[in-house]
């Protein structure tokens, strides 16, 4: 009989403990009812026994808040020793160092992509968000301009159009109502004609003001931008003066520890690097967004330069198309022609003067008084720190061998 038929047989019979995993066939596990294992020496319950503290965590998921932005960083967190505080900085040091850059942008779709300046600015967002503050600021400045810009040039157009219907009204109905005043055509006719010449005054006046307006929002804001940028940039050379200096300064710390030494000269080198980079990136978003104005006049202009022509076309067909009246004809014409010349006139001073003071933005920037990152020579602040660490290598194993 094989070994099949002897497990049936015993079975069948009753043999033996029943094969049903425990249960003894009323579907209980007897094993269920068994008294637990006792735990080893030392590990009894006892009614005095303390909760231990739950461990701290130091992950890097921590570090980042609900919307997966990277907490700011508080300016004693910069050269603290502690482990909490080299975790937030060097998550943002991370950002920069350590993300790879898109090299094919905007190829999952087949829509047209951003503008360039668009996709530089994210990505100097993604690396820096430390920064995140002063370059709202200076992109709010450039969008000011913009606007100013805008409104600028609309109120220009609207001077001229409402010069150019003055003009045509003085010409059409200035000798007739002036006539009726005085009583007399010809001194209708003179009266009007110096009514035009009070109304290009008027225009030249109106237009200077609202130029030295202008002007001003534009300096002041400049000069706001220009206060902040500089208070920055020397917050970064102050830190940057620091983390370079901290390295040989830590000596004294780690007389005994070697291992320790090099870990905060690491953290630290890593961080007048990143430091650096965060003033150079900061005066690549200013140049974007001055590029931004620069290219957004450029436009504004070709635009003027044809509603310019286009407002002067349309007063002076307004002005043709009047009929002359049947009396005065000579002196209509007369006035015809002279609101012609002022509006011409006017439609030049309007494209040509009054223009965006660009120099005078430049000026209160003050690009002069900010500290600029090639001041910062990073490559040769690291540089000559390797190059005395390797120096006074060799100078202690030449007097290691000495001593032998």
Do not use: C
């Amino acid at each position: 009989m094989s070994h099949d038929d002897h497990s049936h047989g015993h079975d069948a019979h009753g043999h033996g403990a029943p094969h049903d995993g425990g249960h003894g066939g009323h579907g209980e596990d007897a094993r269920l009812q068994a008294a637990p294992n006792p735990p080893p020496r030392g590990a009894e319950d006892s009614p005095n026994r303390a909760v231990p503290p739950p461990t701290p965590s130091h992950g890097r998921e921590a570090l980042r808040g609900g919307d997966g932005i990277l907490r700011p960083i508080s300016e004693s967190e910069y050269f603290s020793a502690t482990p909490e505080a080299e975790a937030i900085v060097s998550s943002h040091i991370d950002e920069y160092f350590n993300q790879p850059l898109d090299i094919f942008p905007f190829w999952e779709t087949n829509g047209k992509p951003d503008r360039f300046h668009v996709l530089f600015s994210r990505q100097i967002e993604e690396r820096f968000p430390v920064d995140t503050d002063i370059r709202s600021r200076i992109h709010g400045y450039g969008r000011r301009i913009f606007k100013a810009l805008v409104t600028h040039v609309t109120v220009k157009r609207l001077s001229q159009a409402g010069a150019l219907a003055a003009f045509a009204a003085l010409a059409i109905l200035g000798p007739g109502l002036f006539a009726g005043w005085t009583g007399s055509a010809a001194m209708g006719l003179g009266l009007a004609a110096g009514a035009m010449i009070a109304a290009l005054g008027l225009y030249w006046g109106l237009q200077a003001v609202l130029f030295i307006q202008y002007r001003f929002q534009l300096e002041n804001d400049s000069y706001e931008l220009s206060r902040e940028i500089v208070q920055r940039t020397r917050e970064l050379q102050n830190l940057f003066t620091s983390a370079r200096a901290m390295a040989d300064q830590a000596e004294t710390q780690f007389q005994q520890d070697g291992k320790g030494w090099g870990q905060r000269a690491q953290y630290l080198t890593r961080l007048t690097m990143w430091l650096g980079a965060r003033m150079e990136y900061l005066e690549k978003h200013v140049q974007m967004e001055l590029w931004r104005v620069r290219r957004e006049r450029y436009w504004m202009r070709w635009a003027q330069r044809i509603m310019t022509p286009l407002v002067l076309i349309a007063g002076l067909v307004v002005l043709a198309l009047e009929p002359a009246p049947e009396t005065g004809e000579v002196g209509f014409r007369a006035l015809q022609g002279l609101a012609a010349v002022l509006g011409v006139l006017v439609s030049w001073l309007s494209y040509f003067r009054w223009r965006t003071p660009t120099a005078a933005i430049q000026d209160k920037l003050g690009v002069d008084g900010w500290v600029r990152y090639a001041s910062l020579d990073v490559d040769n602040a690291v540089s000559d720190q390797v190059r005395r660490d390797k120096e006074r290598l060799v100078e202690y194993r030449a007097l290691t061998r000495g001593g032998r």
